[in-house]
């Protein structure tokens, strides 16, 4: 096994392998924003195995014109894809996606904690 990382192109941690990710919508489940981003950010379907839980993020730089610094609560899940041969497809959030594999080094701190915990 591995975990599929993806070079972001935007702040925050711009230019770092990260975990694919965004936002919950108005009135939408966590579970359906992990399946929505999936397929916007990758191209493909999600089966969700696990949650691993809420972590606290705090970046010096944001994404948002007049904002100096974000404040994230992340909840971390642990996914599979549903095809056996995903085509992983690219978005504007990541210039490429990449799979890691154990010993995970050079990683964001932030990618790191997720890993700990699966």
Do not use: M
């Not at 579970?31 to 379907?45: I, K, Q, S, W, Y």
Request: charged share 30%.
């Amino acid at each position: 096994g591995g975990v599929l990382l993806g070079k972001r192109e935007n702040e925050p941690a711009k230019g770092e392998w990260f975990v694919p990710g965004g936002t919950v919508r108005k009135n939408e489940s966590r579970t359906d924003a992990v399946h929505r981003v999936a397929t916007e950010e990758l191209g493909e379907a999600v089966v969700i195995d696990d949650c691993l839980g809420t972590y606290e993020h705090l970046y010096e730089t944001a994404d948002v014109d007049g904002v100096d610094s974000k404040h994230y609560l992340a909840t971390g899940y642990r996914c599979h894809f549903e095809r056996d041969d995903p085509e992983i497809g690219g978005d504007d959030q990541h210039s490429t996606f990449r799979v890691f594999r154990p010993p995970y080094e050079d990683l964001h701190p932030y990618v790191t904690q997720y890993l700990d915990d699966r």
